[in-house]
Structure formats: structure tokens, C-alpha cells
């Protein structure tokens, strides 16, 4: 997926994980934990922060899932465990007092068995974990609540992130809803200043549903000599057009971000729907003693429209 996706993916990672908590500390089901932590582990393109995060909850949930499995298995030889009573011996049978030998002896390995095994579950406790898991099939029952704070943290990470089992809801950028002046050239540091000189001129129409910045590609300078604003029901005349061949690239969007990096890599993007297109062919552009080109364009289908225009990737749009 396109980079201006990655923000949104590292929240849906980071919602994954906030969903595996929320499951293990209302259900107490260990395995849905898991298989909700491997889909957030699944997403490709994280940050590092990110990454870090959902692994060590990822390791958490699987060394708490050992702890759950092994009392579990500790209850379950605890209910099944054979019961042996106490039977006479009689001094003429031999047989009989090997018999109750072996079963003495049988118990004795069992409950030394049990002994490791509680051993062995209670030294795997993790150091950051806030639960005790009971030993006995009497006082055992299934965790409640895994203490999300457990889970390691980082500064880096984005603070509108969930770090407990309460709901937070997200934050509304401060930049929804904001627009430019129509005539803006909001991506000068990426293609350079403009290049104003001719009698030529092009108007645009905007009669979509988002804003625009329309820009000039010039085919024989082979790169972008303008780029303008074009709020969305609006029109703006881009003015001292030079002669020549141009192709008309434009970069759709909604709520502008000054600072939000663009695939130029320099500040200034839109932050909702983003798209980008090229109007079919070349626009040629005159300006001599014979007169100057004014042309009109449309950024919506209308019926019987001037101009067609085709869909194209961001890095072609951002071409120097």
C-alpha cells in the first residue's frame, strides 16, 4: 500500500493488540488473545516502535498461555487421579503385599510428578506479570485480568494509543476542514519556484468533492514549472502560462496538513481523501504575436466534458 498508508496500519496494529487485552480480561480466553495479537504481529510496513510493541505483548500472551495450559493440566490429574484404599494384608499372601506396595509406591511418584510440575509453572512466572495462578484444583479458577501495563511501553509510541482495557477515543486532528487560498502553491520546496512568464492562461473549475492543487508539467523543461490551489467548489485562473507542451497533473485531498510529510519528502499533504490523476495527452499552450491560448478545464465528469483524465501513482506526480 501506498506510504500514506502506514499511519493507518500502525493503528490498526496497535487496535489489534488493544482488542487482545479487552478479550483476555472479559472472557479470560487466552487463545482468541493470541490469535488477535498474531493478526496485529501479521501487518507488514509497522514502525519499529510499533513492531516492538506487538512482539513482547505477543510473548507475553504465549508465556502466560503456558502458565494457563499447565494449571489446567494440574486440575485436570488432580480430579482424575485413581483413589486407592486401605486393604488388610493377610499374612498367608505375599502377592497381596507386593500388590500394596507398588501402589503406595505409585502414589508417591505422582505426587513427586506434581511437585515438578508445580515447580516448574511457578518458576516461569513472568517477572512483569500481576497474577497468581493457584496450584490446587480446590482454590484454582481462571484469571480475571491480564494488567495491560505489563506490556512494555515507549515514549514513541502515538499517546492516542490505548494502553488499558478502557475505551479511548481517538482524537480529531486539529487540521480537519482546513484549506488553502485559492492560488497557493503549497508544494514549491518540493518542484521550486514557479516559472511566470507568457500571456497564456488556464482556468480551473472545481466542482468535485475535495480540494486540489493543480500543477503544470512542462515537456520541454521535463518537470513541474507550477502547482496551484483549487478549493473544492471553486474556480481559479492560473495566469502568464509560457508557450509550450504541458501535462496537467492534480493532486486531490481533503484537510490540508503543513505538517504532514508527502512522498516528496518535504511538509504538506492532505490528510483524507487523497488521490491522484493526469489529463490524457499533452495541453499545448500558445503565446506569440498570433494571440494566447485560454483554455478551461473541469476537475468532475460532466457530460460532454473538454478533457479526460486517467489515475496515476504518486511518485510519477512527484516526479522533479
Known sequence: MPPYFDEIKNQVALSLRAMSV??????????????????ADSVKGLTKATLQNILAAKKELTDLKVKVDMADLIKQRNLTAPVRTSVPRSPQSTSSSKEDNSGCL???????????????????????????YPTSSESYSSPSALDS???????????NTPTTNEYVAPVESKFVGNQLQDGASP??????????????????????????????????????????????????????????????????????????????????????????TEFDGTEYFEDSNRGYTTATITLYTVAGGNASSSSIDQSQFFKK
Open 149 to 159: 501495563t505489563s506490556y512494555p511501553t515507549d515514549n514513541s509510541y502515538n499517546e
Open 22 to 39: 479487552e478479550v483476555w480480561n472479559s472472557y479470560s480466553n487466552i487463545d482468541v488473545s493470541i490469535t488477535l495479537i498474531d493478526k
Open 187 to 276: 508544494l514549491t520546496n518540493c518542484f521550486g519556484e514557479g516559472i511566470y512568464d507568457g500571456n497564456a492562461t488556464l482556468t480551473i473549475d472545481n466542482g468535485g468533492n475535495s480540494d486540489a492543487i493543480v500543477c503544470l508539467y512542462s515537456i520541454s523543461d521535463d518537470r513541474t514549472i507550477r502547482n496551484e490551489y483549487v478549493r473544492k467548489n471553486s474556480s481559479f485562473t492560473m495566469s502568464n502560462i509560457a508557450q509550450g507542451s504541458y501535462k496537467i497533473r492534480v493532486f486531490h485531498g481533503n484537510d490540508w496538513n503543513p505538517e504532514l510529510e508527502n512522498s516528496c519528502g518535504t511538509r504538506g499533504n492532505f490528510e483524507s481523501d487523497v488521490n491522484f
Open 106 to 132: 505409585w502414589l508417591i511418584g505422582f505426587a513427586v510428578v506434581i511437585g515438578i510440575i508445580i515447580n516448574v509453572a511457578n518458576s516461569k512466572k513472568h517477572s512483569s506479570s500481576d497474577i497468581d
